[in-house]
């Protein structure tokens, strides 16, 4: 059966997977305020851009449809835009309580076989002690300043005086990567049907194991709370002071982009 541009357009239209969601809503709102947290706001248009350009970024680093990215982030507008780059590059999100030890880190990375990390600063630590134990990663994206790979000789009490973050080779800086990348949409078909997140149980009896949840799941449950908390999205706005590693938090964000409201991301500890 031969294909019609018209389809095309109509199977894009339809496409209910979370990076075509942001773009869907960029295109309709793009001057309207989408995330605020503490003096930084973004537009939809704004963050739209950054994200596909952060999504270019990670597949030129090696992220294919179906990999994973690790996400160990505090909350923040990059980590939105962390989780959103992964969906329109077709990866799997893997969020990582930022409270976990080196050891329990280092075994949800290789359990999920993560190819790319991003990672905050301040947690770049836990995975420099894991990396060596880490051989399917390709690339380590840092908010805020890595340092050069070769120091990790007293790795930790440099980073606890705010010398940047040594996590091994292939470590860049997010500024850097998303300057360097460009706004082309992405190349990348993805379903609604395909795996979007891998969130890992507490693992408070054992080793936490990874659930699976496609577009689709995340898209039935942004629904469910937009019907019983009559979320309609124009002049919708949401506290979200909740973990963003955590499904409460990531979940409670998603109405808020469905129907165009905004989100106040509470940076963690406060």
């Given amino acids: 059966m031969t294909t019609t541009a018209s389809g095309v357009t109509m199977a894009a239209a339809r496409n209910m997977a979370h ?18 947290c503490d003096d930084t706001v973004r537009t939809f248009g704004d963050v739209d851009r950054r994200v ?5 970024a990670l597949a030129a680093r090696g992220l294919r449809h ?7 982030m505090t909350n923040s ?15 799997m999100v893997v969020p990582i309580n930022f409270r976990l030890v080196p050891d329990e880190v280092g075994f949800i990375l290789a359990d999920c076989g993560a ?14 002690a894991v990396r060596t134990n880490l051989p399917d990663v390709t690339a380590v994206v840092v908010l805020g300043e890595p340092r050069a790979a070769g120091a990790a000789a007293g790795a930790a009490a440099g980073a606890a005086a705010g010398a ?11 500024a850097d990567v998303l300057a360097r990348s460009d706004d082309a949409a992405p190349n990348v078909s993805v379903d609604d049907q395909d795996p979007a997140l891998i969130m890992y149980t507490s693992g408070t009896t054992g080793r936490p194991k990874g659930a699976v949840l496609t577009h ?7 629904l469910n709370s937009m019907v019983t908390q009559g979320i309609v999205g124009y002049d919708d706005v949401w506290y979200g002071n909740l973990p963003l590693f955590h499904i409460g938090g990531l979940t409670g964000i998603l109405p808020y982009v469905t129907g165009g409201g905004c989100v106040i991301v509470v940076p963690s500890g406060n």
């Fill in 19 to 36: 990076g075509e969601q942001l773009s869907r809503i960029a295109r309709k709102y793009p001057d309207r305020t989408a995330y605020i």
């Fill in 52 to 56: 596909t350009r952060l999504a270019n």
């Fill in 66 to 72: 179906g990999d994973r990215l690790a996400v160990l």
């Fill in 77 to 91: 507008i990059e980590m939105i835009e962390t989780i959103f780059a992964g969906w329109r590059a077709g990866a």
């Fill in 115 to 128: 190819s790319v990390i991003v990672v905050d600063e301040s947690l770049a630590p836990l995975i420099d």
């Fill in 164 to 174: 940047g973050a040594d996590v091994g080779a292939g470590v860049e800086r997010y």
């Fill in 216 to 222: 689709f799941n995340l898209l039935m449950s942004t």
